[in-house]
Every structure is written in C-alpha cells, then in structure tokens.
C-alpha cells in the first residue's frame, strides 16, 4: 500500500495574505492584480461571485469596481513568499517531508503517520496554520498526488468534508470521482477534456474506468499514465527523485 500523501491547499491566497495585514479587507470584495497592475490574478470569494475571472483585464471592470466597491490591489510576492515559509513552518511537525507545488499548495509525505486519525491529523494542521498565518486552507489526503489533488478538490467544494477529505476509502473514492468533471482532473488539459467529453467520458470515475488501450489512443502515454495513478497504481518513477521530495 502506497504511504499517504496530503496535498494542502491555501483558499485565495494573495487575497488572504493582503488580508492578514488589513483587516477592512475582510468581508469584502477583493481583487490583486498582477505586476503590471494589467489583470486580475487573484479574488476573493466575493469577487468571482461578482462575475470576476481570471485573467481579465482591469481596465475592463472599472464600472463594476465602482458599483461594488471592490478593493484593487497591486500585488506584493515578497509578502507573499514570506507568508509560504510560514505555512510551511508551521506544517512541518505534522508530515516526515514536504514538496512545494506552487506557491499555495504543497505536498505532504505522511508515511509514519499511518496508525493516526489523518483526518483529525489534517484539521490540527489546519488550525496550527490558521493562528501563524490567518491563511484558511483545505487539505486532501489520498495515496498518490494524484487523488491527493482530487481529494483537495473535493474538499474545497463538498461541504460535508469540512475541508478536509480523505480518499484511501475506496466507496469515498469512488463517489467523489463519480461526481468530479473530467476537465478539472489535475492533468487533463482543454483539448483532452475536450476529446474524452465526446467520447462520453464525463467524469473522474469515467476516466478512470477507460480500457488502458482507449487512453493511449485518445492522449497519448501521458493520460495512460493518469488513469493509472487514478486507479492507484503508483508510477514506476519514485517519488524522491530529483523533483520529489525534499
């Protein structure tokens, strides 16, 4: 059995490190712009639910910065970078090593953690994080980065997780990749998505169950090797190579 691997995830992360900083950002909507100040690249919860994407270019929503007062701001990566060795700090007594994936999320090696509740596990690392940073996370734990990623989907979006989802149960696994879209899988691009899609291949759970011989003809060995690690067959490459852990 593969040891557990958690991946934890910071929730709007430049937002809510502008936030730990200035508290009238709380509650309200916020946007950080790029170096350029030329687009959005981060938002808090409010914002997108104002219709704000990604990517969109700020003199395009002046209007609605106006009728919704929404707080622009310049971004601040020292700030930000800071706030990540924080995290990481204060995650480091909870796993035996970690792996920075970007910025805001970072895998977890939890092998010798086994015997513990991981879920109860994962919220002490939650609230240990919380307090030295402000930062809200969501942690999913499974065993492969791949369902480790699915798993932290899944928790951001599932409320009966409570940000935290654990997908070694096969019945949990089996339920969240049923429910999960194909084109939001971690590895799956836009004309991939695009191509399973028309083969009715709707879901994780769908990509999953796709005969191996499918999914060399459809994306390559590269998605063959996906829908591997979404069955749990770990890679033959180790995990501790140049890219793994530390």
């Not at 020292?78 to 796993?95: H, I, N, S, T, W």
């Not at 999320?105 to 939650?126: C, I, K, N, P, S």
Request: hydrophobic fraction near 45%.
């Amino acid at each position: 059995m593969n040891a557990p691997i958690a991946l934890i995830d910071c929730n709007n992360y430049y937002v809510s490190c502008e936030r730990a900083f200035d508290a009238s950002l709380i509650g309200v909507p916020v946007v950080v712009l790029s170096s350029n100040d030329g687009c959005a690249i981060a938002r808090s919860a409010k914002a997108k639910a104002l219709g704000i994407k990604m990517g969109d270019p700020i003199h395009h929503l002046c209007d609605k910065v106006r009728a919704h007062d929404i707080r622009v701001l310049s971004s601040n990566y020292a700030l930000y970078g800071d706030m990540q060795r924080r995290v990481l700090a204060a995650c480091e007594p909870f796993a035996r090593d970690f792996e920075i994936y970007s910025i805001d999320e970072t895998f977890l090696d939890l092998a010798g953690f086994e015997q513990r509740d991981l879920v109860a596990h994962a919220h002490a690392m939650r609230a240990q994080v919380q307090p030295w940073t402000t930062i809200p996370t969501c942690v999913g734990i499974a065993g492969a980065k791949t369902l480790a990623e699915l798993a932290d989907a899944a928790a951001k979006r599932d409320p009966r997780f409570r940000r935290v989802a654990d997908l070694r149960d096969e019945d949990v696994r089996r339920d969240v990749m049923l429910a999960f879209p194909v084109g939001d899988v971690w590895g799956v691009g836009g004309a991939t998505a695009r191509r399973l899609t028309d083969l009715g291949i709707h879901t994780a759970g769908c990509l999953r169950d796709m005969p191996m011989k499918q999914t060399r003809a459809v994306g390559t060995v590269v998605l063959e090797r996906l829908v591997a690690k979404l069955r749990g067959v770990p890679s033959k490459r180790s995990s501790r190579d140049a890219r793994g852990w530390r």
